[in-house]
């Protein structure tokens, strides 16, 4: 209970300051937008094949809603020192870290109904099964910031995270289903795409919108949790041993 | 008792802090024992123990680099030690700080508030992080920002404070919360004399409000000013620890005379030293020196020679002992290397 202050105000202040503001409302919502049109176009579809994409679109909102800002709320932070004020109030590191990756997470959230919003308008989308979705694109969120997050604090500069976070979130957007099956990539490149996370959720948001998963939804639903806890339980054991020195 | 305490912090029960300095006068804040901190081959601090008793003025004084900061990294949760005890409160903080870090305040040596806020909006931040409720840090933020001189700059962003505002915004941040230990790392470095005589007042102020106070500073006057007890540190090791007035009584008997030249000179040590034997010679700058001697100084005679080797005196006067003269017998530092380092850091004088 004493925690929820601190808590709600590290959360209230990351809102206003970093994901209420331009740049980062462009990134998160209208580079996804740009992608998708770019693959609409090519795929040459009609509206009937708006569903088909609609999970990569919405993986891909999520993706950059939730990793294009920690470089700045933890990594800038880091470097400005003011992130020490955080380590020195009484709160626990696990509650710490939840407050400033909350943000992201919401941020998520929102960003991959803003795609569903907009697919609602050109084409029918009442099959969906919103029970699966909500918790899908909210694991899918939290497995996303909290890689941002393990990649913002493994480094020490800013546009080390930036790059870094380049680096994982762009061959994600071939490599985990988001536009094109993964039998279809080519076989050595398989693997790799079942360690990555978002591999898990992509395939459950085409349960949901076009029933066609690959693996069962429990299986990706325990999957995708389990990389959740690891990639923070990692993050915060950074934090302990390249921080607090 | 400890334990009302710790309840009330949560209660933004504003008389707890003075609560806690009343019932718990003889008790020990901080207590140390043999702390060892290395970064790879540099022993940043070497066992390190002392004792700050609640409602005192403790003083860390040592050069640049002695582990200062450091040492107050460990004791509030920033760092990790190799080695020694801690405890704060009478909380056993050794393995785990953050079991005390409500009842710690902070003032870090460089203002890290968020520079996108305003002034008010990093107070009420910084009490929100300790639990306070809104109204409680809305009226303590005001409160402070008046204190310190800030009202009129309180809507203003922090990234547009001067220095001296961006410093005296900071020590209220560190006390938003009625902390009954503050830490204060060279809260008078670069800030102009009249922030700094102003940053001293409220020190005081704080501490008479029954708030424990650890401070580090490069400038002795003013340990010796506000401090009830120091300890020197160089090089991580504390070589001396005791109240002022039992380390004043060691230079009690001393006499010191400083003299000022017209123009520096850098052979004019070795000149005085060889025909005044009895003497000891300090180089403040090049143009001033300090003649220390347990003995009445015979001033004229001094300046007198100074003159015949062509230098002209432009002031001589007696001073009285310092804490600066224990320092300088107790470390073997002069007093010119504290004094240069001081100049470095750009302007925050002691004088006033
Ligand atoms: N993170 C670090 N990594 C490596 N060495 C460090 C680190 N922090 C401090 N040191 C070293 O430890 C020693 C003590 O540093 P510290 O900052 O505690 O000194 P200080 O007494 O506060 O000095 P100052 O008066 O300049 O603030 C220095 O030699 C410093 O270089
Ligand atoms: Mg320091």
């Given at each position: ?38 693959f609409f176009v090519r795929s040459g579809g009609g509206l ?198 | ?10 209660n933004d029960d504003v008389r707890s802090s003075t609560a ?32 700050v008793s609640s409602g005192e003025v403790f003083g860390f ?292």
């Open positions: 209970m004493r925690y929820c202050i601190p808590f709600w105000n590290i959360l209230v202040k990351d809102i206003r300051s970093y994901y209420l503001k331009p740049p980062n409302i462009s990134w998160g919502i209208v580079f996804p937008l740009a992608w998708t049109g770019m009937d094949n708006v569903l088909s994409l609609l999970p990569g679109v919405v993986a891909l909102a999520i993706l950059f809603g939730t990793t294009s800002v920690l470089a700045v709320t933890v990594t800038f932070e880091k470097k400005g020192r003011s992130f020490e004020r955080l380590l020195l109030a009484p709160i626990p590191l696990e509650l710490l870290m939840l407050a400033k990756t909350s943000g992201a997470i919401l941020f998520g959230v929102i960003n991959a109904f803003v795609p569903i919003l907009l697919a609602s308008f050109i084409t029918d989308i009442a099959a969906t099964n919103w029970g699966i979705l909500f918790p899908t694109v909210l694991l899918i969120a939290m497995a996303s910031t909290f890689l941002g997050l393990f990649i913002a604090v493994s480094v020490s500069e800013v546009f080390e995270a930036q790059t870094f976070s380049n680096f994982v979130r762009f061959p994600m957007i071939f490599l985990c289903g988001l536009f094109f099956p993964i039998a279809m990539l080519p076989t050595f490149l398989q693997p790799l795409a079942y360690a990555l996370p978002v591999t898990y959720g992509v395939d459950v948001l085409h349960g949901a919108f076009d029933g066609t998963s690959v693996l069962s939804l429990p299986l990706n639903l325990a999957i995708l949790s389990i990389y959740c806890v690891v990639l923070f339980m990692l993050s915060l054991m950074n934090v302990r041993r390249r921080w607090i020195l | 008792m400890l334990h009302n305490y710790v309840l009330h912090v949560y806690f300095a009343h019932t718990e006068q003889t008790q020990v804040a901080i207590r140390v024992h043999d702390l060892v901190k290395r970064y790879d081959a540099l022993t940043a601090v070497d066992r390190v123990s002392f004792e004084l040592g050069p640049n680099g002695a582990g200062k900061t450091t040492t107050i990294n460990i004791l509030t949760g920033l760092a990790r030690s190799d080695g020694g005890e801690v405890w704060i409160g009478g909380l056993n903080c050794t393995s785990n700080t953050k079991r005390a870090q409500h009842l710690l305040g902070v003032v870090p040596d460089e203002s890290n508030l968020y520079p996108e806020l305003s002034g008010f909006q990093n107070l009420c931040f910084c009490g929100a992080l300790y639990g306070m409720r809104r109204v409680a840090r809305e009226t303590r933020a005001r409160e402070l920002l008046s204190d310190f001189d800030l009202a009129g700059a309180a809507d203003r962003k922090f990234a547009a404070y001067s220095r001296g505002m961006k410093r005296r915004l900071t020590i209220a941040a560190g006390i938003m919360h009625h902390p009954p230990i503050l830490f204060l790392d060279e809260p008078t470095t670069g800030i102009d004399v009249a922030s700094a005589r102003q940053v001293r007042q409220l020190i005081s102020e704080m501490n008479q409000a029954g708030t424990t106070i650890f401070l580090t500073t490069h400038y002795i006057e003013e340990a010796e000013r506000l401090c009830n007890r120091v300890a020197f540190i160089v090089d991580g090791r504390i070589v001396r620890e005791d109240t002022v007035t039992q380390l004043m009584r060691q230079v009690e008997g001393l006499h010191i005379v400083e003299v000022s030249l017209n123009s520096g000179s850098s052979e004019v040590v070795g000149l005085v030293s060889r025909e005044f034997p009895d003497l000891r010679v300090e180089k403040v700058s090049d143009a001033q020196l300090r003649l220390v001697s347990a003995r009445p100084i015979r001033a004229g005679a001094v300046v007198v020679f100074l003159e015949s080797a062509g230098l002209e005196v432009t002031e001589a006067r007696q001073v009285r002992p310092s804490l600066e003269d224990v320092f300088v017998s107790v470390t073997g530092l002069a007093v010119q290397e504290m004094k240069r380092e001081r100049e470095r850091m750009s302007g925050g004088g002691v004088a006033g």
